[in-house]
C-alpha cells in the first residue's frame, strides 16, 4: 500500500551514551607518532604505514577547500581532535562475545533485530573498530568476502590491494587525505563473479567519544556479474563540542556488476560529516548510490560514479533535510568516460527553519563520446520563509549524439496548504511531515522498504520540533 | 437542540471589518443556504468558522453543539465536527488522496490507536462506489492537475470519509458544469439527515435545484438581510442582487 513508501527515522534514537572503557587510544591530535600508533595497533604491513603517512603530508598541504566550501570549516580543530580510540582490534562473529557496554548499545539502536530480519550480514562498529562483523555461512561458502580494511589488507591483499585507493586517491581532497592516513573500521567487501547477494550487507556506524573522529574506510568490489547492495546507517549522541566523521567509500563495478549503496545518515547536530565517495563503473555495469542526510552540523558528500566501460550506468538518489543549525551541502558527481553511458540524478532537498541546503552537481561528457546520456533533477523545498536553499550545476557536455536534461525547481509548503491540511483535523506538524513526504515520495518508492518506515518518523520528529 | 449557532460575529482581514454582527443558527438535520452577490463576506464566513489565522475575529461567539469554536485550532475545529468545502481546494504534490484521508482519520482517533487499513479502505471503496468514481483516483496526488470538477468531487469524498457534524460548502457549484454539480449535490443529499447540518454558500440559485435548502438566508455586507423558505432562493434569482441592495439592505441597517 502506499503508505508503505513513506519516510520515518527517529532522530532522538542514537542520542544516549554508555560509559566505555578504551584499551587502545592514540591521544588527542594528529602528529606522525599518530600515524605510527595505528599502524601498530593493528600490525599493519609496511606499505600500509607508508600509505598512511604519505597521505598525512598530503593532508596538511592542502589548504581547506573554503575558498568554495562553507567557513563553518574552520571550526574544526584537528589538534583536539581523538583519531583512534577501540577496546580491541577483533570483531566478534557472535553478540554475546561483544563487550557488554558496546553490546547494550547496539542492542538499543535495533542492530541484532535487524540483523535477524532481513540482513545478510552486518558490521557494527563502535568508534574506530568493528565490535561485530558477521556475515551469513552461505555467503563465505560462494566465496564472498565482508570484513573490515585491516583484514582485508592483511588476509587478501592479492583482492583489495590493486583497487585501494584507486577510485579515490589520496590526494583527491583535504579529507580523503585524512582519511587515508588515520583510517580505520569500514567494510571491506568483494562478491565473486556471478555471485548475486540477495539481502543486504549492512554497517552501522557508531560513534560514542566526544572530540572524536571516526575514519572509517569502505571498499567494495563486485566481480563480473555479481551484485550486492550495502546499507550504512550512522549514529552519535549530542556532545558539547564538535565530532569528526571523514570516511572514504570507493566501489569498483567489473563487467555487468551491480552495486547499490544506501546511506542514512543521522548523526547529531554537532557531527561534522564531510565523506569522499565514488564508484568505478565498468562495461555493462550498474552502481546506484542512495543517499539520505537527515542529521549533522555539516554533511559535504558528493558521490560519484566514473563511468568507465560501454554501456555503465550510474546514478544517485538523494534526499538531504536540513533543519536550525544544519548545512546539507550534498550533490552528485557523474564523470562519462565511454560511449553509451548513461547516468541519473536526483536530489531532492528540504530546508527546515533556518536550515540550510545546497546541491553541488557536477556531468561531464566529453566530446569524443557518443549516445550519452544523463538526466538531473534537482528539487528543494522551503518550509520556512527564512530556510535557505542554494543550486550549483555544473553540467559540461561536448560531442553530437549525447543528451543531457536538467530540471530545477524551488518550491514553499504554503501556509494555504497547511490550513488545508489542518482543517481536515491533522496537526501543523502532521500536516508539514505530509508534505514533506509528499515532496520525496517518487524518491522514496526506489527505496528498500525497511528503510522506509523508519526514515518516515524521522521526518515527523522533525517536523514536530520545528513548528511552534 | 443541537446546533451550529453564530451568534454576532464579526470579522476583519487587517484592518477592515467584513462580517458586522452576523448572527445565523444552523440546527443539526437541516440544510441551510447562503445566498449573496460577491464582496459580500461568503467566503470569509466560511474561513472564519474554520479557523483561518487571516481573519480576525473581533466580536462575537460560535457554539458547536454548545461548545465554544473560536479560539480553537483549525484542526481542533474539525475534530470537534466541523468541515469545510473549499472553494478553491489547494494542491499537495505527492500526497494520494488515500493517504490523505488516512491521515485524517488517523488525526480523529486516541494517541496509540493505527487506522485499521482493511476496514478504512473498504469505507472508502464505498465512498467512492456512491460518487461514481474511479478506484484509481484516491491514488492520485491531493488536487495535483485535477480539473474544477475532480476538485470538488474530491471535497465532497473527504466530507462522506470524515462524517462532520456541520459542513459548510463554500461556493462549491463554481466551475462545475452541470453533470459535476449532480454528482457534487448527490453526495451532499447522500448524507443529508439528522445528524448532519449543511451550510451551503453559493451565488447562483442552480445548485439549490439539486441540492433542496430547508432554509434560504440573503447576505448584504457582512449580514443576514432575509431570511426565508426555499421560494426564497427563487424570489431572489428573478429580481436579481439589486433588489437586494435597494430594497433589503436599506431596511437591515434600521
Redesign the interface.
Known amino acids: 500500500?502506499?503508505?508503505a513508501t513513506?519516510l520515518e527515522i527517529d532522530r532522538e534514537k542514537g542520542n544516549f551514551r554508555y560509559e566505555t572503557d578504551y584499551a587502545f587510544d592514540a591521544g588527542v591530535g594528529l602528529r606522525p607518532a599518530t600515524v605510527d600508533y595505528i599502524a601498530e595497533v593493528k600490525g599493519e604491513a609496511p606499505w600500509v604505514r607508508e600509505f598512511r603517512h604519505k597521505a598525512l603530508k598530503i593532508f596538511e598541504s592542502k589548504p581547506m577547500p573554503t575558498h568554495w566550501a562553507t567557513k563553518d570549516l574552520e571550526a574544526i580543530d584537528f589538534s583536539k581532535i581523538r583519531y583512534y580510540l577501540s577496546q580491541g582490534q577483533k570483531p566478534s562473529r557472535t553478540w554475546d562475545e561483544v563487550p557488554a557496554d558496546i553490546k547494550k548499545t547496539f542492542e538499543r539502536l535495533g542492530i541484532p533485530e535487524q540483523e535477524r530480519k532481513f540482513l545478510a550480514g552486518v558490521e557494527a562498529q563502535f568508534d574506530s573498530e568493528a565490535a561485530y562483523s558477521r556475515m551469513k555461512e552461505g555467503l563465505s561458502k560462494l566465496g564472498v568476502i565482508f570484513v573490515g580494511p585491516t583484514e582485508g589488507l592483511k588476509e587478501h591483499e592479492e583482492i583489495f590491494r590493486p583497487w585501494f585507493g584507486k577510485v579515490i586517491p589520496t590526494s583527491d581532497n583535504k579529507f580523503s587525505a585524512l582519511n587515508s592516513a588515520v583510517f580505520s573500521g569500514g567494510s571491506f567487501i568483494y562478491v565473486p563473479k556471478g555471485v548475486k547477494v540477495k539481502q543486504p550487507l549492512q554497517a552501522y556506524f557508531r560513534i560514542n567519544a566526544e572530540n572524536f573522529g571516526q575514519f572509517e574506510r569502505t571498499l567494495i568490489i563486485a566481480d563480473e556479474g555479481a551484485e550486492v547492495t550495502y546499507m550504512e546507517g550512522c549514529t552519535a549522541p549530542k556532545f558539547e563540542t564538535a565530532t569528526l566523521h571523514s570516511a572514504v567509500v570507493e566501489l569498483v563495478a567489473l563487467k555487468g556488476a551491480k552495486i547499490q549503496y544506501i546511506t542514512v545518515q543521522n548523526w547529531s547536530n554537532n557531527v561534522f560529516n564531510l565523506v569522499t565517495k565514488r564508484g568505478l563503473a565498468h562495461e555493462e555495469s550498474e552502481i546506484r548510490w542512495i543517499d539520505c542526510n537527515i542529521g549533522s552540523r555539516l554533511t559535504m558528500k558528493y558521490p560519484g560514479v566514473i563511468l568507465k566501460g560501454r554501456r555503465a550506468r550510474g546514478e544517485v538518489l538523494s534526499i538531504a533535510l536540513a533543519n536550525d543549525g544544519q548545512h546539507q551541502d550534498t550533490g552528485a558527481k557523474m564523470i562519462h568516460a565511454a560511449d553509451e553511458t548513461t547516468s541519473n540524478i536526483i536530489a531532492k532537498s528540504i530546508s527546515v527553519g533556518q536550515g540550510r541546503s545546497t546541491y553541488r552537481g557536477l556531468v561531464q561528457i566529453p566530446k569524443h563520446l557518443k549516445n550519452c546520456k544523463n538526466n538531473t533533477e534537482c528539487d528543494a523545498l522551503l518550509i520556512n520563509a527564512n530556510s535557505r536553499t542554494d543550486t550549483y550545476p555544473a553540467i559540461t557536455v561536448r560531442g553530437e549524439g549525447n543528451s543531457v536534461q536538467h530540471e530545477a525547481s524551488v518550491?514553499k509548503v504554503?501556509?494555504?496548504?497547511i490550513?488545508?491540511?489542518?482543517?481536515?483535523?491533522?496537526?501543523?506538524a502532521?500536516a508539514m511531515s505530509?508534505?514533506v513526504?509528499?515532496?520525496?515520495?517518487?524518491l522514496v518508492r526506489e527505496f528498500p522498504m525497511e528503510y522506509s518506515v523508519e526514515l518516515k518518523r524521522l521526518i515527523e520528529l522533525e517536523m514536530e520540533g520545528s513548528v511552534g | 437542540m443541537p446546533s451550529l449557532d453564530i451568534r454576532n460575529l464579526c470579522v476583519s482581514i487587517g484592518e477592515k471589518p467584513i462580517l458586522k454582527d452576523f448572527s445565523l443558527s444552523l440546527p443539526k438535520g437541516e440544510v441551510h443556504a447562503i445566498m449573496g452577490p460577491n464582496g459580500t463576506g461568503k467566503s470569509t464566513l466560511a474561513k472564519a468558522l474554520a479557523g483561518h489565522e487571516d481573519y480576525t475575529i473581533t466580536g462575537g461567539e460560535v457554539f458547536l453543539d454548545g461548545e465554544l469554536l473560536l479560539g480553537l485550532e483549525p484542526e481542533a475545529r474539525a475534530k470537534l465536527g466541523l468541515f469545510l468545502a473549499f472553494q478553491y481546494p489547494c494542491e499537495i504534490p505527492g500526497v494520494s488522496i488515500a493517504n490523505f484521508l488516512r491521515a485524517a482519520s488517523q488525526a480523529r482517533l486516541p494517541e496509540g490507536q493505527e487506522v485499521a487499513a482493511v476496514e478504512f479502505y473498504k469505507k472508502l471503496h464505498g465512498k467512492m462506489d456512491a460518487l461514481k468514481m474511479d478506484r484509481k483516483f484516491t491514488a492520485r496526488s491531493l488536487n495535483e492537475g485535477f480539473s474544477g470538477g475532480e476538485r470538488k468531487r474530491c471535497e465532497i469524498l473527504q466530507m462522506m470519509m470524515l462524517e462532520p457534524k456541520y459542513a459548510i460548502m463554500d461556493e462549491t457549484d463554481s466551475g462545475l458544469d452541470i453533470d459535476a454539480l449532480k454528482i457534487v449535490a448527490q453526495g451532499v443529499n447522500l448524507m443529508r439527515g439528522p445528524e448532519l447540518g449543511v451550510l451551503v454558500i453559493t451565488h447562483y440559485q442552480r445548485l439549490l435545484d439539486y441540492i433542496v435548502p430547508d432554509k434560504v438566508h440573503v447576505m448584504w455586507d457582512g449580514r443576514i438581510v432575509k431570511s426565508g423558505g426555499k421560494e426564497l432562493a427563487f424570489e431572489l434569482e428573478a429580481k436579481g442582487y439589486d433588489w437586494v441592495s435597494k430594497e433589503l439592505a436599506p431596511s437591515a441597517k434600521n
Open positions: 500500500m502506499d503508505q513513506q518550491s504554503s501556509a494555504e496548504q490550513f488545508y491540511m489542518r482543517s481536515r483535523g491533522l496537526s501543523e502532521a505530509l508534505s513526504n509528499g515532496f520525496i515520495n517518487d
